[in-house]
């Protein structure tokens, strides 16, 4: 099984601060990645597929990037929207996602 | 859409029928997922299944378990969970492929709880 390991688990950060989540496998899941956020009580969000491909209505200021093992998920300028829970998931084997990364207000 | 049903306190050992109702796309054109997550604690893939019903997974957690099914006719996929165990208690989602590929999930249900306990 393809293991899916986010770093850090929890990341305080302040309004307009620029954060990046770092997803890494086990082993090469070339750019079949997606990140979703999700938000207390609600459903996951899908956000970026194909490792860097935004989806549509998902603002620019969020980016993903990676390929192989090594993938980060970039919030530009981070909004009061922002604040949630990302995940980050492989689609190269099956399917497996990363443990999640809180992202608080500092 | 997606909306999810079946919700409901079970016992250990026990089964349980979740459904979920597809609108507003062609649910025929898309493979399908289940997708849960235990109180507090991150998504687990479970289970999916190709547009056509041929060709399904399980993650080794409900191999054998658990049986994924759907009917295009209804728009609907269902998820047969039997032999349920305390570590299932979960709130579980459905969520839809892009088109026909096995891929990421671009929409989901808003999920329905299943708690196992005696």
């Known amino acids: ?106 | 859409q997606l909306v999810e049903s079946g919700a409901d306190l079970v016992k250990p050992g026990g089964s349980l029928r979740l459904s979920c109702a597809a609108s507003g796309f062609d649910f025929s054109d898309h493979s399908m997922a289940w997708i849960r997550q235990a109180p507090g604690t991150g998504l687990e893939w479970i289970s999916f299944i190709s547009h056509s019903g041929r060709t399904i997974y399980y993650a080794d957690s409900v191999k054998g378990r658990f049986i994924v099914s759907r009917d295009n006719a209804k728009n609907s996929l269902y998820l047969q969970m039997n032999s349920l165990r305390d570590e299932d208690t979960a709130i579980y989602y459905c969520a839809r492929s892009p088109l026909r590929v096995a891929a990421y999930f671009d929409s989901w249900g808003h999920g329905t709880l299943v708690t196992v306990s005696s």
């Open chain 1, 1 to 106: 099984d393809i293991q899916m390991t986010q770093s850090p688990s929890t990341l305080s950060a302040s309004l307009g601060d620029r954060v990046t989540i770092t997803c890494r496998a086990s082993q090469s899941v070339s750019t079949w990645v997606a990140w979703y956020q999700q938000k207390p009580g609600k459903a996951p969000k899908l956000l970026i597929y194909k490792a860097s491909t935004l989806e549509s209505g998902v603002p620019s200021r969020i980016s993903g990037s990676g390929s192989g093992t090594e993938f980060t998920l970039t919030i530009s300028s981070l909004q009061p929207d922002d604040f949630a829970t990302y995940y980050c998931q492989q689609y190269n084997k099956m399917w497996t996602f990363g443990q999640g990364t809180r992202v608080e207000i500092k």
